[in-house]
């Protein structure tokens, strides 16, 4: 069956660095957008970045991110990762991996950035 698993949550403070990994499985995962969202405490889940499947990989992302994270692909490893540098307390939220369509969830990985 189709599965995204989130992984590479945790606890850093401000200003440091987490690498979250999206492991695909029961797709042909090449073929689709794959995108990162992320949901803070008593809000929404928002859009983070999207990563297209053309041969120069266009990403794209929220503004609030631009410069300091970064999403690319493994199409032979069907994985998506999302290095995140710089990091605010306010990037603090449960970060999910979708692909186009958002008919597929992970079950999220956590990010927590405090001192």
């Known amino acids: 069956q189709v599965q995204l698993v989130e992984s590479g949550g945790g606890l850093v403070q401000p200003g440091g660095s987490l690498r979250l990994t999206c492991a695909a499985s029961?797709?042909?995962?090449?073929?689709?957008?794959m995108k990162w969202y992320r949901q803070a405490p008593g809000k929404e889940r928002d859009w983070v970045a999207s990563?297209?499947?053309?041969?120069?990989?266009?990403?794209i992302y929220t503004d609030s991110v631009k410069g300091r994270f970064t999403i690319s692909r493994d199409n032979a490893k069907n994985t998506l990762y999302l290095q995140m540098n710089s990091l605010k307390p306010e990037d603090t939220a449960l970060y999910y991996c979708t692909r186009a369509g958002n008919d597929v969830w992970g079950q999220g990985t956590q990010v927590t950035v405090s001192s």
């Open positions: 029961g797709f042909t995962f090449s073929d689709y957008v």
């Open positions: 990563i297209f499947t053309t041969a120069d990989t266009l990403t």
